[in-house]
Every structure is written in structure tokens, then in C-alpha cells.
């Protein structure tokens, strides 16, 4: 069981440059989220979705975008990087009810130069 | 609002000494409370939870926490600890009705042979 599977671990990026952070989750949950982690400040929400086609703001979505064409699939895109985005990115998944858990994934490292 | 501290940004501790992480949280409703722990380059994993019920919870590793909805704590805690519970630990809260956690900054517990 793979569990949430972010890629790729590590990226550099230049000031301007997109991508996207790809994040899949095989545990069927309905709840995916996105997460930065600076240093000193744990954890803070981006973007989350409560199942296929439904996505809402978390407490710093500037500068990101998401979609949820799949149950399985959430990926954070970045159209124009900065260097504050550099920054560690988890994605999270949940079920409905049941233990209220998240499962995270081993996170994507990435810097904006 | 819902918020989470975590007022010691590191613990030291003797190995085989017990420990405490500390954590009050602040919420409008009947909070879920959660801990997590990081090790290095890796994505969060869960410890503990209360939803409701019995004040104390068991977790993994021989942790345990105690909720006390008087002093807004859920302290981590365990009875020895050893070199390896060193890590990264995050206190969140999440209420009924809503679909995200708040974390706390973190703190990192060194265990010292």
C-alpha cells in the first residue's frame, strides 16, 4: 500500500518558472489537502478538497492554483515562482468520518532562485 | 478563530528520563486534538488523537497524551524515553465541521544518551 505519493522530492526553480507538484493518494479518501512547512512555522494550509471537482482555499493559497479531476489525484501548480515559495510542500489525504486521520506524503523540496 | 501553541520550540531530555511536549489550543467548539511527529526529510506520521472519552490516550510508540479541556491542554507524554523519539513534533486542532487542521510551530525533543 503506497499510501500519498508526492514527486518529485526535490526541485530548483527560477524566478517566473511554473510547475506542478504531483500528489496521489490509493487509500479511495475523499479529503486531500496541501500544506507548506517553513522553518518556525509548522504548517499552513494551501489548498484543499473534499472529493473529485471540489477545491476551496486554505489560509495561504497566493501564488497557487489546484485541481481535482480525479479521487486519487490533486496536483498544486505554480505559475509564476517566487522566493517565497521556497518552501517544503506536503500533501495530505482523509476519509470521510471514520478516525479523522491525515496521511501525508514525504513531501517535495523546492527552491526559487 | 482556531489556534494551537506550542510554547517550547526544543525539549532536551536524558534518555530513559521521562518527557512532555506541551500544547494549548484555542477553539470556538469541541476541539479534535492530534499529534504528529516528523523525522528528518520525511512527512508527518500520526501519534494520537482525542476525539472523546477517556481523557488520557494511548498512542504509537509508547506515547500518551492528556486532555485537559480546563487548562485548553493536550500535553504529549511519555514515561522513558530514547534516542530514538528524537524528532519533530506537531500539536493540531481540528473542530466539528470543519475539514482542516491547525497545527502548531513544532518542537523538536532531543533525547540525550
Known amino acids: 500500500n503506497a499510501g500519498v505519493t508526492q514527486t518529485p522530492k526535490f526541485r530548483i526553480l527560477k524566478i517566473g518558472q511554473s510547475m506542478t507538484l504531483q500528489c496521489a493518494q490509493d487509500?479511495?479518501?475523499?479529503?486531500m489537502y496541501w500544506y507548506r512547512q517553513d522553518p518556525g512555522m509548522g504548517l499552513k494550509l494551501i489548498y484543499y478538497?473534499?472529493?473529485?471537482?471540489?477545491?476551496d482555499k486554505g489560509e495561504v493559497p497566493n501564488g497557487y492554483n489546484v485541481s481535482r479531476s480525479t479521487t486519487e489525484d490533486f496536483p498544486l501548480r505554480l505559475e509564476l515562482a517566487a522566493p517565497s515559495q521556497t518552501s517544503v510542500y506536503f500533501c495530505?489525504?482523509?476519509?470521510?468520518?471514520?478516525?479523522?486521520?491525515?496521511?501525508f506524503g514525504a513531501g517535495t523540496r523546492l527552491s526559487v532562485l | 478563530a482556531q489556534s494551537v501553541a506550542q510554547p517550547e520550540d526544543q525539549v532536551n531530555v536524558a534518555e530513559g528520563n521521562p518527557l512532555t511536549v506541551k500544547c494549548t489550543y484555542s477553539?470556538?467548539?469541541?476541539?479534535?486534538l492530534f499529534w504528529y511527529v516528523q523525522y528528518p526529510n520525511r512527512g508527518l506520521q500520526f501519534l494520537l488523537k482525542?476525539?472523546?472519552?477517556?481523557?488520557l490516550v494511548k498512542g504509537s510508540y509508547g506515547f500518551e497524551a492528556e486532555f485537559n479541556k480546563s487548562q485548553t491542554s493536550f500535553h504529549l507524554k511519555k514515561p522513558s524515553a530514547l534516542v530514538s523519539d528524537s524528532a519533530l513534533y506537531f500539536c493540531?486542532?481540528?473542530?466539528?465541521?470543519?475539514?482542516?487542521?491547525?497545527f502548531g510551530t513544532g518542537t523538536r525533543l532531543t533525547v540525550i544518551p
Open positions: 495530505a489525504s482523509r476519509n470521510t468520518g471514520g478516525e479523522n486521520i491525515q496521511y
Open positions: 487509500m479511495n479518501h475523499n479529503y
Open positions: 478538497s473534499v472529493g473529485a471537482g471540489i477545491t
Open positions: 477553539v470556538s467548539g469541541n476541539p479534535y
Open positions: 482525542y476525539i472523546t472519552g477517556d481523557n
Open positions: 493540531a486542532v481540528r473542530v466539528t465541521g470543519a475539514n482542516n487542521l491547525f
